[in-house]
Antibody, heavy 120, light 110 residues
């Protein structure tokens, strides 16, 4: 059974960089049938797609976040990571990592999510 | 404002049927697969429907999906109180080259 687990600081100061890692177990992150993605959900609001990465390192980012986001992948550790720079209170959210099907685009497996609060 | 439009809320009585719509455009719903997610408070979303109308093996056949043109619909029959949750549609937008979600619909089973 595939499992994803987010990890990283739960509190980030304004203007600093948010960094999260998603550890994947029960399957290989190098599987060519899938992308790996980040999705976030501000408190009380809907889902927002942040970006996807393929095992090769190719990426797609949400246009409104593109200037601040970097998603990277470490196939040797079966992990992928999210960096979001210059954060503000608007970036406070539950951040989920998930596996996305290459062809159909659905997110079949999700991590449990981790709350990141931006506050001084 | 979300690229995909869903009604903020729907409600129905136990045992009844409800549908949730997801409206988009030719750059997203019209030309890409739609998926649907169920989310309970404090929990991660769970995939209900993929490829417009397919169910993962663990999802009961009370849940169904369909698509016509630039709109998709999630149907739930035999409503149970345990179905009360938020439901989201999602797809790829070929023009934006980005994943997009609807704003979510809160289902209340009266």
């Amino acid at each position: 059974q595939l499992q994803l687990q987010e990890s990283g600081p739960g509190l980030v100061k304004p203007s600093e960089t948010l960094s999260l890692t998603c550890s994947v177990s029960g399957g290989s992150i190098s599987n060519t049938n899938y992308y790996w993605g980040w999705i976030r959900q501000p408190p009380g609001k809907g889902l927002e797609w942040i970006g996807n990465i393929y095992y090769s390192g190719s990426t797609f980012y949400c246009p409104s976040l593109k200037s601040r986001v970097t998603i990277s992948i470490d196939t040797s550790k079966n992990q992928f990571s999210l960096r979001l720079t210059s954060v503000t209170a608007a970036d406070t959210a539950v951040y989920y990592c998930a596996r996305r099907s290459y062809n159909s685009g659905d997110f079949h497996y999700w991590g449990q999510g981790t709350l990141v609060t931006v506050s001084s | 404002q979300s690229v995909l439009t869903q009604p903020p809320s729907v409600s129905a009585a136990p045992g009844q049927k409800v549908t949730i719509s997801c409206s988009g455009s030719s750059s997203n719903v019209g030309n890409n697969y739609v998926s649907w997610y169920q989310q309970f408070p404090g929990k991660a979303p769970k995939l209900l429907i993929y490829d417009n109308n397919k169910r993962p093996s663990r999802i009961p056949d009370r849940f169904s999906g369909s698509k016509s043109g630039t709109s998709a619909t999630l149907g739930i029959t035999g409503l149970q109180t345990g179905d009360e949750a938020d439901y989201y549609c999602g797809t790829w937008d070929s023009t934006l080259r980005a994943g997009v979600f609807g704003g979510g619909t809160k289902l209340t089973v009266l």
